[in-house]
């Protein structure tokens, strides 16, 4: 875990109580103890670091005392702490990640469920901001339905999990379910693209394409379902929606490896 994204923000002296799913997983999983740090995620999206200052296994609760700035260790009279994992830590990555000045969209036509949660927590680990859902013409009735009700609880609780586990300072979220017509008419976009398993015609590559548009902070990208995307679909994406056909000279991938595929491919031509 990279970080620990509060659902309440500390009491005035800086202390931050943490009980239930979140006490065992950093008692039974990181088994932390007192003196060891972890990078906190307050409300407001600032970093903050924070001390183990008790641990109670009686009432199952942690107490985490905020630190005065961010950073991976401190140290205190001739011993150093360090955090409660190993490896680059959430505060190192906020000052290294290219993507906070832009902002990436992904329109997932929507897929099996199983799939869709997959997808949903690897676009939150590469720093996706919004995810959409997107009604296409191959998407099943069965996978709309299913983000109906209490599905919403399990994408947040999925989004969580992959921001502690990844560091990622995005705060992605996911929107309701919408026709395509929707979607492209709600969400602005500088530059977009969208994934397509037919070749196209050549022109302009990926990288190029976003070199000459330096400025862009909205990027937009736009992935098939399990059948595809349908031509009417391309033609709204391409025509009206200004979206450029991106194809990749690999074998055909399942449509959850091309949302990951394609994102990574883009964040990669913008750096």
Known sequence: MRQLILDKMPDKKGIVSVEGSDFKYLRQVLRVKSGDMINLRLLDGTLQNSTVAAVNDKSKKILLQICANASSSASV???TRGTVTRGVQADEIQSEVAYLSQEYILFQFIPKP???EQIV???TECGVKTIVPVIGEYS???SLLALQGNKKDRLEKIIREARQQSG???ETVVTEAMTLGEALGRYERDVAFVLYERQVEEGTSTAELLKTNPHAKK???ACGCEGG???NEIELL???GLFIPVHFSVNILRCETAALYGIAAVQVARS
Request: aromatic share 4%; glycine share 8%.
């Open 219 to 221: 990027i937009g990208i």
């Open 77 to 79: 009279g001739s011993v």
């Open 168 to 170: 990622s300072p995005v």
């Open 121 to 123: 927590r690897q676009a």
């Open 229 to 231: 995307i349908s031509p």
């Open 238 to 240: 391409t025509k009206k």
């Open 140 to 142: 099943e009735k069965s």
């Open 114 to 116: 199983q799939k869709f």
